[in-house]
């Protein structure tokens, strides 16, 4: 009786484990599926070298370059906020603060994580721009720098806490050891704790990348919806996602090359963020220094 | 105790509930047949607010019938309306022919009415000192498709004008407003450049010129009426002088050629059906003085009459062919 009841959880469990392996592999495979039909139609050179990105007018180009470009400049703009911030509360945190502020103030920064990305999209749209139209007031109301920002501040969390949690793993030993040493505090932290973490700290730094790669909600809302090849962070632009936004809502009908176009620019996306992810995983086992 | 204080008061809530249920029946068996059931409507952006506004009039004077209107543009809603999935299309331009046909195949016919006029306007920021009036080839020579990649700058279509980059915002390609404003100024339905911000949501094309120097876009003019501070109308010359879209304007005809009439579309099918019957007749009935309200400029009372009878004589045809 003990014995097949133990068996049913243990398939159960398995069950529940295979479900998300299940749903990953059926997402990649809708995904190809549905891009195949695309590439049949549109060659890869096209969609790869051509600078303009118009599916649904009356003279197609199919070049993904404007949507990549638009996603890599506002998650450059993202990643230059959020990087030197939540890098340097991450050191104040476990290096500097008092262990009951770093009790409090954790948690707190982790909500800016949990505010809905619809309410950045608007805080951006509504807030950020015309606050920078005032010191650019040739500045579109829709444009990548605003967007950029507010998800540079969504992603302050990913990389604090993380990196966070990588410095305070470093033990104990080293840091003592630097101050035997007669280092400063200042010393201490960047010359060993940082280096010591640094693994667990660009790890952070790719998760918090593929984050805002794949954000859609604060772009689609604030970075505007006009496909345009250009670093300039003041015009509209679109993003990847935005694009796929603005076909779903729409109506496109189903298994036309338009419908087709939201799968090449998804897996084009899946593309970056499995690249990404994958360096994080390699980074993570190759580079981890182990203190034992 | 504190229990059964609970369940007294939640049964007294609940008697209470069931009087005013109870009261509202009552009243509603005196009108003789309670129109119930349901009424889909999708289409254009431009014929919403219209059809929204008498949509909420219709509730409080059926309250049985449940009125869904939609945004998915004029082509989008056709595209319903062909696979019978609505009852009525809301339609910034006439059906198309392919659309007709695709009726045809499934064995739709349906009714086209005229419900009012809408100007397209052109539209600026504020801000824009430079712009008052443009004339039709300024605007073909922004639009058509091949200024894309081209005409990137204020001073290539007046050289009077900034050195600025154009930010260009429309309609997208699913909205009739796009296939009219294509066929008025480019001279080709369907034929615009595509490197401009593209939207079915009227909203987003306000949001975007208003807070824009270097904007320029163009939406029916009834969501210029609703923004008016946030935005600048530009006169448009078509070679007999500057015209500005008013109400006066657009109903005379000289605001040409972007000003045309607005139509919702009625299968057979859904006809049949009491409650549409009735509210396609309220539509026509209170059209008039709801399209003032909302910013679009009112057929005559003689050519609403008409519509009135092109609808009864289509219901009598259907029942006719049932």
Redesign the interface.
Known sequence: MNKTREYIIERLLFLCAAITVFTTISIILVLLVEAVGFFQEVSIIDFLTDKEWTPLFADKHFGILPLVCGTLLTTFIAISVALPIGLTIAIYLSEYAPKSFRKIFKPLLEVLAAVPTVVYGFFALLVVSPFLQKFFPEMSGFNSLSAGIVMGIMIIPFISSLSEDALYAVPKSLREAAYGMGSTRFQTAFKVTVPAASSGIVVSIILALSRAIGETMIVAIAAGQQPRLTLDPTVPIETITAYIVQVSMGDVPHGSLEYKTIFAAGITLFVFTFILNNISFYIKKKYQEKYD | MQTIKALLFSSLLISLFACGGQKSNDENSNNENVLSGQIQIDGSSTVYPITEAIAEEFRAEAPEVKVTVGV??T???F??FVRNEIDINDASRSIKDSEAEQCKENGISYIELSVAYDGLAVLVNPQNNWLNDITIEELKKIWE?AA??VIMKWNQIRPEWPA??I??FGA???SGTYDYFTEAIVGES???????????DDN?LV??I??????LGFFGLAYYEENKDKLKLVGVNNGSGSVLPTMETVANGSYAPLSRPIFIYVSNKSAEREEVKAFVNFYLDNVASISEEVGYIPLPETEINKQKEKFNSFLAGSNYTK
């Open positions: 998915s543009g082509g989008g809603g595209k319903k498709p894309q990649g600025e980059e930010h260009l997208g390609t699913a369907g034929a615009s450049r595509g490197d401009y911000t593209a939207s079915e987003v949001q975007g208003s807070s824009d120097k270097f904007a």
